[in-house]
DNA sequence: AGGACTATACGGCAATGCCGTAGTCCGTTC
DNA sequence: GAACGGACTACGGCATTGCCGTATAGTCCT
């Protein structure tokens, strides 16, 4: 990993903990949400079909299908919830489970 | 990396390969996605702006207020990120820091 | 009174969500 | 090799939402 790569990461990372310290001032805190994202790609590391992978984390089949033929790009809140699905899995998991 | 930080990317990869390994059944697994979110109550609960809620988890400030104003409904995809938001603020923090 | 901040309200177009169906590719089983 | 089921591509089409902008109202502070 390259230094340019980790500081990137150092920096996600302080932003992050300054936040959930309360350190850092909540009304100008802003989130970046990718315009773009490789769904088939997040499917495939989870190795889950289409049709698990809706299943698993709430998206309506269709939709999947929609994204990753590039018919139609997921909007901005899918795209954070991918970005979420991406990272932390599990997290997904935790909150959806009943 | 923290111990805990290599824990987590573990744990997720291990869920990964209980997919794989067929251990967890693909099939079956069906998160539940309700159909209403209290918006306001979750925003509320975190103690932030509408304008600041949005900025933190990424939404459109307009969606927000379509939403706590019951002019429109989350769709699908706004309301399983809601939920998240909302049982793991935090989790929607670190897949989002860059 | 004036200003800053927050929230309500809504017009309006573009875009997506979501449903359904038909066709393709592929590995497997008879 | 024909039949089968699973996974995916492709797309028509309507209802609904996303998201933009702007105007209005309420609250608190100086």
């Known amino acids: ?3 340019r790569a980790f500081d990137k990461i150092k920096t996600g990372l302080d932003d992050a903990r300054a936040y959930l310290d309360g350190t ?3 009304r100008r805190y802003r989130v970046y949400v ?3 994202m490789d769904v088939k790609k997040i499917r495939a590391r989870l190795g889950l079909s289409q049709e698990a992978f809706a299943a698993t ?3 309506a089949l ?3 299908r929609d994204w990753e033929q590039g ?3 997921p ?3 899918a795209r ?4 979420i699905v991406q990272k932390e899995p599990d997290a997904v998991t935790r909150a959806l489970a009943r």
Chains 1, 2 share one sequence.
Request: proline share 4%; no cysteine; net charge positive.
């Open 71 to 73: 018919r139609r790009r």
């Open 1 to 3: 990993m390259s230094k």
């Open 80 to 83: 954070i919830l991918l970005k």
């Open 24 to 26: 850092a001032d909540k």
């Open 62 to 64: 269709s939709a999947v």
């Open 34 to 36: 990718p315009e773009t």
């Open 57 to 59: 984390y709430g998206f």
């Open 75 to 77: 909007e901005r809140s």
